[in-house]
């Protein structure tokens, strides 16, 4: 089956700061690749997502790019806010089921 | 509010007993799924529904789990014979499922304690 890495498990920046967050797949079928933010005792909400068929993706501050080559796929954050503190998970999906990396938890600092 | 509701947010129980969680899903979205969550993971898929048809199933489902969706809306979730193992959110998802919209939208998931 899939499996899904995400490197780091920790993020601190300072505020304005840019943040990367990695993530590699194994299963070269995978063809949509969501990411998604979950605050403490919160929901998961999808905030940006990408298909194989495209290589970079851009809403606002947030982005994410794709090389399909490598099976990996990041998360870039620009001009980071305190409110952009959570945890932030990568996924990678075939078909239905999305496989979860196990998260990043990234901390703005004001 | 017309996004995935989950009911109860929380259930404490004790080992051994049964427990049933509710799941409804944003009303046009015909799949439904299941995952799990545990303290610092990212979800694990359970199972998932196409309408009323459950199409797959996790190895992470015992036997103890049985998942319906009667009418192709809202679906739950049962554990028998709980364990402390058991802990967990719950969190249920939905999407389109029209073969071009990929997104899933998560409920805020149901907060297992088995004692």
New interface residues.
């Given amino acids: 089956g899939e499996n899904?890495e995400?490197h780091p498990s920790t993020l601190s920046v300072q505020e304005g700061d840019s943040a990367v967050i990695k993530c590699t797949y194994s299963d070269s079928a995978s063809n949509?690749f969501?990411w998604?933010k979950q605050e403490l005792g919160?929901?998961?909400?999808?905030i940006i997502?990408i298909?194989s068929n495209v290589g970079e993706k851009k809403d606002q501050r947030i982005a994410v790019t794709l090389n399909k080559t490598a099976k990996h796929f990041s998360l870039h954050i620009t001009e980071t806010q305190p409110e952009d503190s959570a945890v932030y998970?990568c996924?990678a999906?075939g078909s239905?089921?999305?496989?979860?990396?196990?998260?990043t938890k990234l901390s703005v600092i004001p | 509010d017309t996004g995935?509701s989950q009911n109860p947010r929380h259930k404490i129980t004790k080992r051994g007993q049964n427990v049933t969680f509710r799941c409804d899903p944003i009303s046009e979205h015909n799949?439904l799924?299941w995952?799990r969550q545990t303290l610092?993971?990212?979800?694990?898929?359970l199972t998932?529904f196409q309408n009323e048809a459950q199409?797959?199933k996790?190895r992470l489902l015992s036997d103890r789990f049985s998942a319906e969706r009667p009418k192709g809306s809202f679906s739950t979730l049962e554990i028998q014979r709980t364990e402390q193992g058991d802990s967990a959110m719950y969190?249920c998802a939905s999407s389109l499922g029209d073969g071009q919209s990929?997104?899933?939208?998560?409920?805020?998931?149901t907060r297992l304690t088995v004692t």
């Avoid at chain 2, 610092?40 to 898929?45: D, H, K, L, V």
């Fill in positions: 899904v995400q949509y969501p998604y919160k929901r998961p909400q999808l997502d298909r998970f996924a999906s239905y089921q999305l496989t979860f990396g196990k998260g | 995935v799949r799924y995952y610092g993971q990212g979800p694990e898929f998932y199409l797959e996790s969190l990929y997104e899933q939208y998560f409920g805020p998931g």
